[in-house]
Nanobody, 117 residues
Framework: QARLVESGGGLVQPGGSLRLSCAASGISTSNYVMGWYRQAPGKQRDMVATITSGGSTNYDDSVKGRFTISRDNAENTAYLQMNGLKPEDTAVYYC???????????WGQGTQVTVSS
């Protein structure tokens, strides 16, 4: 059974950094586009960043230059390095795997990121 488990969230002061990890099991991430999404209270879930199996990346404009998405297919893991965090980055962050061929869509359970002084 496909499963994604996020870790690395927490409370950080403005300007700080966090690194989120997404460990996959039951799938081979090399066949999936990996992505990070976030959902703030009362808002819809939005794309933060995605990365293809070939390493092509896409970012929301609000995080360009501050966040970096990466992946390690050998470890079946994706990462999101977040620098220069702002209070408006506060949200639950979800990992996503989307199958290029199967069109299968897998979500993690989410990890809370809170940016506050």
């Amino acid at each position: 059974q496909a499963r994604l488990v996020e870790s690395g969230g927490g409370l950080v002061q403005p300007g700080g950094s966090l690194r989120l990890s997404c460990a996959a099991s039951g799938i081979s991430t090399s066949n999936y586009v990996m992505g990070w999404y976030r959902q703030a209270p009362g808002k819809q879930r939005d794309m933060v960043a995605t990365i293809t199996s070939g390493g092509s990346t896409n970012y929301d404009d609000s995080v360009k230059g501050r966040f970096t998405i990466s992946r390690d297919n050998a470890e079946n893991t994706a990462y999101l390095q977040m620098n220069g965090l702002k209070p408006e980055d506060t949200a639950v962050y979800y990992c996503n795997a989307f199958g290029r061929v199967t069109r299968r869509n897998v979500w993690g359970q989410g990890t809370q990121v809170t940016v506050s002084s």
